[in-house]
């Protein structure tokens, strides 16, 4: 079953915003954003993992469909401080990869 609430999803993008921009900056305040954002969703009882059976590229494939820029390239907000995100394109297909591998085997 693949059916999420609306707030689930907020939640997941929330972390898989964090995730990328840790993965992009390696930073000790990127893996900060990402512990306490990960800690906030789990704290409301909203998951902090895909619920069910998706491949990275089924999910990679979903981000193409629904989050192209006008570039053609994905879209992703990116969470860069605390209340602080932006939209970010051009990000690369592997770290996308890598932040949706973390959420299904998280």
């Given at each position: 079953?693949?059916?999420?609430?609306?707030?689930?999803?907020?939640?997941?993008g929330?972390?898989?915003?964090?995730l990328?921009?840790?993965?992009?900056?390696?930073?000790?305040?990127?893996k900060?954003?990402?512990?306490r954002?990960?800690?906030?969703?789990?704290?409301?009882?909203?998951p902090?993992?895909?619920?069910?059976?998706?491949?990275?590229?089924?999910?990679?494939?979903?981000?193409?469909k629904?989050?192209?820029?006008?570039?053609?390239?994905?879209?992703?907000?990116?969470?860069?401080?605390?209340?602080?995100?932006?939209?970010?394109?051009?990000?690369?297909?592997?770290?996308?990869?890598?932040?949706?591998?973390?959420?299904?085997?998280?």
């Amino acid at each position: 079953d693949k059916d999420i609430t609306h707030g689930e999803a907020v939640a997941l993008g929330m972390i898989f915003g964090a995730l990328t921009n840790d993965l992009i900056e390696s930073s000790p305040k990127s893996k900060e954003l990402l512990d306490r954002t990960i800690k906030l969703v789990g704290a409301s009882n909203l998951p902090d993992r895909i619920p069910f059976q998706i491949t990275e590229e089924q999910i990679l494939d979903d981000l193409i469909k629904s989050k192209k820029s006008r570039t053609g390239d994905i879209a992703l907000v990116i969470v860069k401080d605390y209340g602080s995100v932006e939209t970010q394109e051009g990000i690369d297909p592997t770290l996308i990869n890598k932040a949706s591998r973390w959420l299904i085997n998280h």
